[in-house]
Nanobody, 123 residues
Framework: VQLQASGGGFVQAGGSLRLSCTDS????????VAWFRRGPEKEREFVAS????????AYADSVKGRFTISRDRGASTVYLQMNSLMPEDTAVYYC?????????????????WGQGTLVTVSS
């Protein structure tokens, strides 16, 4: 598994972005995948996760109703659609693949990490 996150950028509050996490080796189809983020002077936090087959989406309370995680197994890509963005969503977003097919918010469950993509939301 080799993950590459992309899609970050600068957006005004209320705007949208879609992040992509692609496995260049196309081997993570049986792994759960999650997005984490680290904001300025903050600890890394869980954002969303999805199981190997696209089921069991889970979200942090802070993004529920605004963010949607999905995956295209054929394209070896997981997406994070982010709507109604707020300045507090500003962070570097990381995708990670778990050792197992189903996983949740515990970062220790994730073995493979991408390099991160920066999202900046202005007020």
């Amino acid at each position: 598994v080799q993950l590459q996150a992309s899609g970050g950028g600068f957006v005004q509050a209320g705007g949208s972005l879609r992040l992509s996490c692609t496995d260049s080796r196309r081997t993570f189809s049986n792994n759960a995948v999650a997005w984490f983020r680290r904001g300025p002077e903050k600890e890394r936090e869980f954002v969303a996760s999805i199981s190997w087959n696209g089921g069991r989406p889970a979200y942090a309370d802070s993004v529920k109703g605004r963010f949607t995680i999905s995956r295209d197994r054929g394209a070896s890509t997981v997406y994070l659609q982010m709507n109604s963005l707020m300045p507090e969503d500003t962070a570097v977003y990381y995708c990670a693949a778990a050792r197992s097919s189903i996983s949740g918010p515990d970062s220790a469950s994730y073995r493979y990490w991408g390099q991160g993509t920066l999202v900046t939301v202005s007020s």
